[in-house]
């Protein structure tokens, strides 16, 4: 599973099984002036955003890293992005729910938790945690999902809230 382009906002309490809607265009969705919640992972713009959110963003995130929020509705790109991935993970798995799935179905994604106070435009966050959710669609450029616990593979962090996501290491 790879970072998705989305950033939930931190200190909401997020739980297992509760619809939620990501990047909303509604007045209670923007998350700041300018921003409905989108990440530039990796570059800029609309062609980018949508191809993050059909493909995950490859490289790695953790605990403490810098990212840049990617501002504007982006209604296009968000629709073709979701709807992408949602078609890849249909042909896939097409008897999977959000309760019953493996852990490489696509509609499976891991949204970094940032605090967007003070975010205007483009701007610096910091990622503070991880989330894992099921993405169900898009309406307009809300991205519909629902709140899952996953284990995931990744760096570890420090003093960081639960979000149902964790980092499973061996020692001896």
Same mark, same amino acid.
């Given at each position: 599973?790879?970072?998705? @382009?989305?950033? &939930?906002?931190?200190?909401?309490?997020?739980?297992? =099984?509760?619809?939620?809607?990501?990047?909303?265009?509604? %007045?209670?969705?923007?998350?700041?002036?300018?921003?409905?919640?989108? *990440?530039? &992972?990796?570059?800029? %713009?609309?062609?980018?955003? +949508?191809?993050? *959110?059909?493909?995950?963003?490859?490289?790695? &995130? +953790?605990? =403490?890293?810098?990212?840049?929020?990617?501002?504007?509705?982006?209604?296009?790109? @968000?629709?073709? =992005?979701?709807?992408?991935?949602?078609?890849?993970?249909?042909?896939?798995?097409?008897?999977?729910?959000?309760?019953?799935?493996?852990?490489?179905?696509?509609?499976?994604?891991?949204?970094?938790?940032?605090?967007?106070?003070?975010?205007?435009?483009?701007?610096? &966050? @910091?990622?503070?945690? /991880?989330?894992?959710?099921?993405?169900? =669609? @898009?309406?307009? +450029?809300?991205?519909?999902?629902? /709140?899952?616990?996953? %284990?995931?593979?990744?760096?570890?962090?420090? +003093?960081?809230?639960?979000?149902?996501?964790?980092?499973?290491? *061996?020692?001896?």
């Amino acid at each position: 599973m790879m970072p998705d @382009t989305v950033g &939930l906002q931190s200190g909401i309490s997020y739980s297992h =099984g509760n619809s939620t809607v990501l990047h909303s265009a509604s %007045g209670s969705g923007c998350v700041a002036p300018g921003n409905w919640g989108a *990440l530039a &992972l990796g570059c800029t %713009g609309g062609s980018c955003y +949508s191809n993050n *959110l059909a493909n995950g963003y490859c490289a790695g &995130l +953790s605990v =403490g890293n810098t990212i840049q929020s990617e501002p504007g509705v982006k209604t296009g790109p @968000t629709t073709s =992005g979701i709807n992408a991935r949602i078609q890849q993970a249909q042909q896939e798995y097409p008897n999977a729910t959000w309760n019953s799935h493996t852990s490489d179905d696509p509609r499976i994604a891991i949204v970094p938790i940032v605090d967007w106070t003070g975010c205007s435009g483009r701007c610096s &966050l @910091t990622v503070q945690g /991880f989330a894992s959710v099921w993405v169900t =669609g @898009t309406s307009g +450029s809300d991205i519909n999902a629902i /709140f899952v616990g996953q %284990g995931v593979n990744g760096a570890p962090g420090t +003093s960081v809230a639960d979000t149902g996501v964790y980092h499973i290491a *061996l020692s001896n």
